[in-house]
């Protein structure tokens, strides 16, 4: 016998819920019931306490929660992280017994003089998986559809003074097959729970339609409410009633770049509602994504609500100041992946201005491992489920002129039960677009949405010369669609490389409407070893059975929200004022805004000799409508050619915010360009052309200018300094795309042992003033091989050192790097070099990273991503120095340049560490001089390293100078 289905297992939405509505800023009365509750947690149904509804039951045994909360980041239980595949057993629309079963009771005073009349509703913004309601032990509904609104009728239930409320949570629910999303999996109560009354005649659902005309400049304007309600705009002197189009013959429209709102007021009778409202006209013109009758371009990220202390509970200071930070990178998009945010979320959205694809709380994705066989999204069984959350998310956010795009949901297969979401959605609203990346032929949406395809694959989807559809009527209705990539650039661990690459078709191709790099946050939760140091966990550091590891930490800033390497470099390619050299020198200057011309922005040049600040000023510009360029003529002028050292003359120039914004302080950075006024290339420290000294053998020891080798050729000292011995390298400790795909480029790296080097002394002796080592070097388990000849020669103090890399055998595998590595003493903390920085770059992800003079430490260089990898390295570096407290130390100088890293850590631990408090100091510094790194790429989930940043085995020669001091 089958056993019957339990309430919780029902595919329907559930019982007891209104009609969802829109909701405001209103007079009515109202209680926010956030606080503390009481909480009791059971590991299953039949463990659950009986009757902890009823008023009078006695929780004096259970503990406090708060609400909202996440309530295995309160000590209940533990979060789990999956992505594709559920973590129970796939038998919808059941779920297992063992079933974490949350019960919360609030006890509370009605507010005196609460209103007789009228109704009084208990809303719940969010509740995680399956919610069950009573109040004085009245039942008055059951809900399922985690990050989406519910409201229930509670007048009856409710009694002057004290009332009992009683709310029953699942973990584990019907819901849980529609929300498979990429995330840790957290239930409880999370977002605010409040009681609000409904006077008699109250204002009732609205919806504020407000159209732009770009052509003649009016607004439209139409509420759609009940008969009655009217909408009140002071400052346009509207005044209109529900139903009654209303033409404002001049207004300033809504973009994400001047996001001008209108206060307005919903007014009834007996209730008034304070609202914003913004103008704006969404269109598809020409395969083109029109805002306003302009083509947008999104410069977006997928937004998860996360917060790696109170789990899915985002405090709303905490919304605010990543809707800053990414404005201050230069960010004007934000998918709303896979569910509806907080609503403060989108008001916040609508104030500083961003676009958003509001998108449904929906993803079947583990059903794709079955290949979708049983997928809810084509069975009738789930039609109700797939309509109510599409409506409950429209009826809540349809008032929001940031959200231009209603998405079904996220890797939820095709079906029909999406058709019948979109439907629906364009019949209720046909002021915005469908946007489902499910379905690649486009049947029921408005944009041709893909996520992680290649540059070769979307620059032909930019010329309209993508491969057809079978069905040459959705081909052709496909063709005129503007494209998105939902998720591109996936940001795990150190990378996305590419970002330029994809830029690049952006700007080229008119069709192409921009994308969501895969996503703002990393997921990380704090956690303490034993003995107490603090690290992020993520997948599997809860115990779980079933999880994905890593995966969940993949945004561009860490969890704590300090922006990574990846964010810096998404600013810069996105910048919205593009610089660029002429071939005569001058600088055009074009405004890539779509809406905003640059009277915003200042602008200002300076010149750094070496990277010394020697001059700078503002530049003069006239004000450039979007899409206008000039010509600047810098003023400055090439220098005269002085003696040695061969100084650099590098100008930089900025566009600057002229005054504060909402999001940023007057003179935030918005876009730079540097160049050069010289050509000298500072190929040599040491102005000789031959060597100074010669090489003399004595006593079995090796002795060249500085140098002093062993008889096998082993650097011993430089000076009076001991330090390691170089070593050829071409390894990295695996980034996270190094480890996608499978095989994985890190596997493959394992297999050939080219983690394990071995380096054979072929032969060492003097050459005339070169002292010359070969060596054999060879990866543990292949049969490739390198030559590889050391030549040392002195110049003075300097040492420079040539190393010439010829491989032998096959070699089937990319490399990770060429360069040396050498050990220095600990204690040379102090870190100063020229070249590229502040940050990391790599050759795929270099754009941020200006040339200047710099100075750091061996700490401050690490970049902390949470699941350690490399990091850290400094492209295109021209001297460097590396020094302890006393000045001793190190100097490096490049012939012209290298990439350096430096490190406490050998690469091996790098690579083997899980967490970064698995990294310890091994008592030496481990420096790293690259000629050539391998570019990052995105592997991780999309395109792996483009053929022009691949490294591969080929004959290569590069020196660098050094020299104690
Ligand atoms: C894609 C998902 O849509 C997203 O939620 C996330 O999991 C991302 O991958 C990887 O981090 S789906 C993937 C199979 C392309």
Redesign the pocket.
């Known amino acids: 016998m089958t056993r019957p289905l339990a309430y919780f297992e029902d595919p329907s939405p559930g019982f007891g819920a209104l009609p969802p509505r829109a909701i405001g800023r209103t007079d009515a009365a109202q209680v926010d019931l956030s606080g503390t509750w009481r909480f009791h947690l059971a590991g299953s149904e039949d463990k659950a306490p009986e009757g902890f509804w009823d008023p009078d039951f006695d929780d004096a045994g259970w503990s406090d929660i708060p609400v909202p909360s996440s309530w295995p980041m309160h000590g209940h239980g533990a979060p789990i992280y999956t992505?594709?595949v559920y973590p129970i057993p796939v038998d919808p629309p059941r779920v297992p017994a063992e079933n974490q079963v949350g019960d919360h009771r609030l006890v509370f005073d009605l507010p005196e003089g609460w209103p007789q009349t009228g109704r009084t509703v208990l809303r719940f913004e969010g509740a995680d998986s399956s919610l069950r309601v009573w109040c004085n032990g009245v039942e008055l509904g059951i809900s399922r559809g985690s990050r989406l609104p519910v409201e229930f009728d509670a007048t009856v239930a409710l009694r002057p003074g004290r009332n009992v409320l009683a709310a029953r949570v699942h973990q584990w629910s019907s819901a849980t097959y529609l929300e498979d999303?990429?995330m840790w999996w957290l239930p409880g109560i999370f977002r605010e729970v409040t009681l609000r009354h409904r006077p008699d005649g109250a204002v009732g659902d609205f919806f504020v339609r407000a159209g732009y005309d770009h052509v003649g400049g009016s607004g439209s304007l139409l509420l759609e409410a009940a008969e009655g309600v009217r909408v009140v705009i002071p400052e346009l002197e509207v005044d209109a009633e529900s139903g009654t189009p209303v033409t404002i013959p001049f207004v300033e429209p809504w973009s994400a770049e001047l996001p001008r709102r209108y206060a307005a007021e919903i007014r009834s009778a007996t209730e008034t509602v304070a609202v914003h409202v913004g103008f704006r006209t969404v269109s598809i013109e020409d395969a083109r994504l029109l805002v306003n009758g302009s083509p947008v371009l999104l410069r977006g990220v997928n937004r998860h609500e996360f917060h790696p202390r109170t789990g899915r509970v985002v405090p709303y200071q905490t919304a605010r100041s990543e809707l800053t930070l990414m404005k201050r990178h230069n960010i004007n998009a934000v998918r709303t992946?896979?569910y509806p945010p907080h609503p403060a979320f989108l008001d916040l959205c609508d104030e500083l201005g961003m676009w958003v694809i509001d998108e449904c709380d929906l993803e079947t994705?583990g059903f794709e491992l079955q290949d979708w066989r049983d997928n809810p999204s084509d069975d009738p069984l789930w039609t109700d489920a797939y309509l109510d959350r599409m409506r409950r998310m429209v009826e809540r956010d349809k008032n929001h002129p940031s959200v231009i795009m209603w998405s079904l949901g996220?890797?939820s297969g095709t079906g029909a039960n999406l058709a019948a979401m979109a439907a629906w959605a364009k019949h209720r609203d046909d002021t915005r677009l469908i946007h489902y990346e499910g379905d690649w032929t486009c049947a029921y949406t408005d944009v041709y949405s893909r996520?992680?395809a290649g540059v070769t694959e979307v620059e032909q989807i930019g010329k309209r010369i993508e491969a057809p559809l079978d069905d040459p009527g959705l081909d052709a209705r496909r063709r005129a669609m503007p494209f998105v990539l939902c998720?591109y650039a996936?940001a795990?661990g150190n990378g996305p490389g590419g970002l330029s690459e994809y830029q690049r078709l952006f700007d080229t191709y008119p069709r192409l409407s921009g994308g969501f790099i895969?996503?703002w946050l990393d997921h990380g939760i704090p956690v303490s070893t034993p003995d107490g140091r603090a690290h992020y966990a993520y997948g599997g550091d809860f115990g779980e059975t079933v999880h994905d590891g890593n995966?969940i930490i993949?945004g561009l800033v860490f969890p704590d929200r300090t922006p990574s390497p990846g964010l810096v470099e998404f600013k810069k390619v996105v910048e919205p004022i593009r610089f660029e050299t002429q071939p005569d020198g001058s600088v055009r200057v074009t405004n890539r805004h779509d809406f905003r011309d640059t009277s915003h922005l200042a602008f200002r040049w300076e010149l750094a000799i070496d990277g010394q600040h020697t001059d700078g000023g503002p530049l003069d510009l006239p004000v450039l409508r979007p899409g206008e360029s000039a010509d600047l003529t810098l003023p400055i002028f090439p220098p005269e050619r002085a003696g040695l050292p061969p100084f650099e003359h590098w100008w930089t120039v900025r566009a600057v915010l002229a005054a504060e914004t909402a999001w940023a302080p007057a003179g935030h950075e918005i876009a730079w360009h540097q160049g050069r006024t010289d050509d000298v290339i500072a190929e040599r420290p040491f102005d000789a052309d031959e060597p100074t000294a010669p090489v003399v053998v004595e006593d079995g020891r090796v002795l060249l200018g500085p140098a002093e080798f062993a008889s096998d050729g082993t650097l011993l000292r430089v000076g009076d300094i001991e330090i390691g011995c170089p070593s050829l390298e071409l390894w990295r400790a695996p980034t996270d795309n190094d480890r996608g795909k499978n095989p994985s480029v890190a596997d493959r790296w394992e297999r050939v042992g080219l983690d394990d080097l071995s380096h054979r002394l072929i032969r060492a002796g003097a050459y005339d003033h070169s002292y010359v080592v070969h060596t054999e070097v060879k990866p543990a388990g292949g049969t490739a091989s390198m030559a590889n000849t050391y030549r040392w020669q002195a110049f003075g103090n300097w040492l420079r050192l040539e190393i010439t890399m010829l491989p032998e055998g096959e070699w089937t595998v990319p490399l990770g790097r060429v360069g040396f590595k050498l050990g220095l003493p600990a204690a040379w903390d102090n870190v100063e070099w020229f070249g590229r920085g502040p940050g990391e770059a790599y050759p795929d992800s270099i754009a941020a990273a200006r040339i200047g003079h710099y100075t750091s430490t061996v700490d401050r260089l690490q970049t902390p991503y949470v699941r350690p990898q490399e990091n850290g390295a400094r492209a295109e570096v021209r001297w460097a120095r590396i020094t302890g407290h006393n000045g001793r130390g190190l100097q490096l100088h490049g012939e012209p340049h290298f990439s350096l890293t430096v490190r406490r850590w050998p690469t091996k631990a790098l690579a083997e560490a899980k967490h970064t408090t698995d990294l310890a100091d091994s008592g030496e510094l481990h420096l790293h001089i690259d000629h050539v790194h391998r570019g990052l790429g995105s592997a991780s989930?999309g395109p792996d390293v483009l053929p022009r940043y691949e490294l591969n085995a080929v004959p290569l020669s590069f020196a660098v100078w050094l020299r104690t001091m």
């Open positions: 992505n594709v999303q990429d992946s896979h994705h996220n890797e996520m992680y998720e996936h795990m895969w996503e995966f993949d989930c």
